[in-house]
């Protein structure tokens, strides 16, 4: 398997622009992540799905980000309008089971101007 | 306090050194997770213990429920190893949290 599949790998924009995240687990893997990375908080989960299902989605910052998985396969991350605060690494992770080691994507470096 | 707390923050060492990284969390949990970040910004998940020792070449994370800690050893370090190490946990309603990691630098 290729791994979880993040695109774009890097997106610069301006703000008050939309920007869709993309995400392709692992196949088979029934959990799927979405986390955010800055230096001043680290590592946050935003939101995570069981079998294209959220779970939980008490880490997304605000109505400006939303996240939708059609399918086991695909997964999208959504921030309408950006904001030059949402300027982070992206990162996406998929695993067999909630508890089971978590594989991580490349993440994709937002910058909002 | 922090719930998740890591030792050291930075560590330099020499190549072929041991190394020594601690976890120690406050809250209950159902499990641990080591973590690896590059430089280049890669996350690469390492352990996942609920309890007693795994080992993957040359590391070995241990992880004693009863004293809420957890340790990440590399044995014969070596410059690739250098990267940002992080402990995370998570508990029964599966809120992770986040150690703010230890930067490792081996120096060949």
């Known amino acids: 398997d290729a791994g979880v599949i993040q695109s774009p790998r890097h997106e610069v924009t301006e703000m008050g622009q939309e920007v869709t995240l993309r995400c392709k687990p692992i196949?088979?893997?029934?959990?799927l992540f979405w986390y955010r990375q800055t230096m001043m908080r680290g590592l946050e989960l935003l939101i995570y799905f069981n079998n294209n299902v959220p779970i939980d989605d008490s880490g997304m910052p605000e109505d400006r980000f939303s996240a939708k998985m059609p399918n086991a396969s695909f997964s999208t991350l959504k921030i309408q309008p950006s904001e030059p605060r949402d300027s982070a690494v992206y990162f996406c992770?998929?695993?067999?089971?909630?508890?089971?080691?978590?594989?991580f994507g490349p993440g994709t470096r937002l910058l909002v101007l | 306090k922090n719930e998740v707390e890591q030792s050291p923050q930075n560590l330099t060492a020499q190549e072929e050194e041991f190394i020594t990284i601690n976890c120690s969390y406050s809250?209950?949990?159902?499990?641990l997770h080591w973590l690896q970040q590059h430089p280049g910004g890669g996350i690469v998940s390492l352990f996942m213990l609920s309890s007693g020792k795994k080992k993957h070449g040359r590391l070995i994370a241990t992880i004693n429920i009863q004293e809420k800690h957890s340790s990440l050893h590399i044995t014969a370090s070596h410059p690739r190893d250098s990267a940002v190490y992080i402990c995370?946990?998570?508990?029964?309603?599966?809120?992770?949290?986040w150690g703010a990691g230890t930067k490792l630098i081996i120096k060949p």
């Open positions: 995370a946990v998570s508990g029964s309603n599966y809120q992770l949290i």
């Open positions: 992770a998929s695993s067999l089971f909630r508890e089971e080691t978590q594989y």
């Open positions: 809250v209950g949990i159902s499990a």
């Open positions: 196949s088979g893997h029934d959990y």
